[in-house]
């Protein structure tokens, strides 16, 4: 059939919004079956008992007990999902900074900082309350939401996979070139590929430039046309997430000398109901529709779909 104009595969996104529940981003992998996670989570609320009753009689005695209250930190997986690495929330301090710094000596200066806000903050609270691995489930299940950028990317997998049984994942040039259906994913493993294919196809990727050198998600190749694309999974307002927005539309204001090359974004989550509500009155949407179809005209070689349109654009090629 060949490519629609640009304007036809939103359309066809804004008649077919997403759903509420999508696979893709379900996450229900349970951890309190792990007994050696359970295990260390009951040695170290035991440790840290121990730990903030023995400050009280003599801080001295407690440098063993820290150290081992340091080493389940840092090398237990999960351990995160604790009550005590959650109260470091409140000290403007997540797990992962501390992970940065666990080879420096002034780690275990940091965790004894840490172990004396929560003696002080929470200890005679969670004792009073009593410790349950349901608390670990919960904190684990509350953070499911850094797990979906990875989810938007085997989405767009499968979805390319569904449609051209003979795609390859190229990972070099040559096995780019000569296959027909390929793509790489430039912002995660395939980085050098596509320093190389923008230097053989005189790619600018101005929106890299103006991005904090921010590479693309994906590049899909169908026989002659390229697809840069950048991928958003979005369902709810905010700071961030308006950001995000303004990221995707930039990302089609962007163009090449050659009509082959198409700037592409992809966005999935319950946000873009709102685009496809009629009689909206919500100020900032309509203005993101606006901008949204406005680039579009300026860039008819560009493309903005959410999951139906993407379908509707892949069965097109």
């Known amino acids: 059939m ?10 066809e996104s804004l008649n077919h919004p997403e759903q509420f529940l999508d696979n893709y981003y379900i996450f229900d992998d349970i951890i309190v079956n792990d007994q050696n996670l359970i295990d260390k989570i009951k040695q170290l609320r035991l440790l840290i008992i121990t730990y903030c009753e023995m400050t009280k009689i003599d801080e001295n005695v407690t440098s063993k007990i820290l150290n081992k209250i340091y080493d389940i930190i840092v090398s237990i997986e999960n351990i995160q999902y604790t009550e005590f690495v959650a109260f470091w929330k409140n000290l403007d301090l997540s797990y992962s900074v501390f992970k940065d710094f666990k080879d420096s000596p002034e780690s275990i200066n940091i965790l004894r900082d840490i172990l004396k806000k929560y003696c002080e903050k929470r200890f005679e609270l969670y004792n009073s309350l ?8 919960a904190l684990y299940d509350a953070g499911a939401s850094r797990k979906k950028g990875m989810a938007g990317i085997n989405k767009l997998e499968d979805l390319i996979k569904s449609r051209f049984k ?15 259906i390929a793509y790489f994913l430039p912002d995660s493993k395939d ?12 790619i600018q990727f101005e929106f890299g430039k103006t991005h904090q050198g921010k590479e693309p998600d994906m590049v899909l190749k169908v026989n002659q046309d390229f697809f840069i694309i950048e991928a958003k999974h979005i369902n709810e307002s905010g700071g961030a997430q308006d950001k995000q927005i303004v990221e995707v539309i930039d990302f089609i204001k962007n163009s090449e000398s050659s009509n082959k090359i198409h700037y592409l974004s992809f966005m999935d989550g319950l946000y873009f109901i709102k685009f496809s509500q009629e009689n909206n009155t919500n100020n900032k949407i309509n203005n993101q529709k606006r901008n949204i179809e406005e680039a579009l005209k300026n860039h008819e070689n560009n ?15």
Do not use: P
């Not at 060949?2 to 359309?11: A, D, F, P, S, V």
């Not at 003979?166 to 027909?180: F, K």
């Not at 493309?303 to 090629?317: A, P, Q, R, S």
């Open 2 to 11: 060949g490519l629609r104009k640009n304007i036809e595969y939103w359309i």
């Open 130 to 137: 009593g410790y349950s691995n349901i608390t670990v489930q």
């Open 166 to 180: 003979d795609v390859v994942h190229a990972e070099d040039w040559n096995s780019l070139i000569n296959a027909n």
């Open 191 to 202: 980085e050098k590929l596509f320093k190389e294919f923008c230097e053989k196809f005189n």
């Open 303 to 317: 493309f903005f779909v959410n999951t139906y349109g993407f379908k509707i654009l892949l069965n097109d090629l």
